[in-house]
């Protein structure tokens, strides 16, 4: 593994712009950042869904439940 330096990214602790550098851990599916001004140190997993949700793929089978009509009764205000 081979720590690189995101060009243009800016640190979250200390705001210095092309000081971050990372390196994949392709084992484990992280990647470490660090910062070479402050010491800022983080990880990056990767938590994709199996299959992103478009207008193509089927809904969930929750959405295909039926719209049912409903009654609104106003209050009976005679006395």
Known sequence: MVKRFI???????????????????????VMNRDCVECGFEDALYDTMPSEIQTRVTPADPLDQIEAQPIKIQMPDTRH
């Open 7 to 29: 060009s243009g990214a800016v640190c979250p602790k200390c705001g210095q712009q092309d000081a971050i550098r990372a390196e994949r851990d392709e084992d484990n599916n």
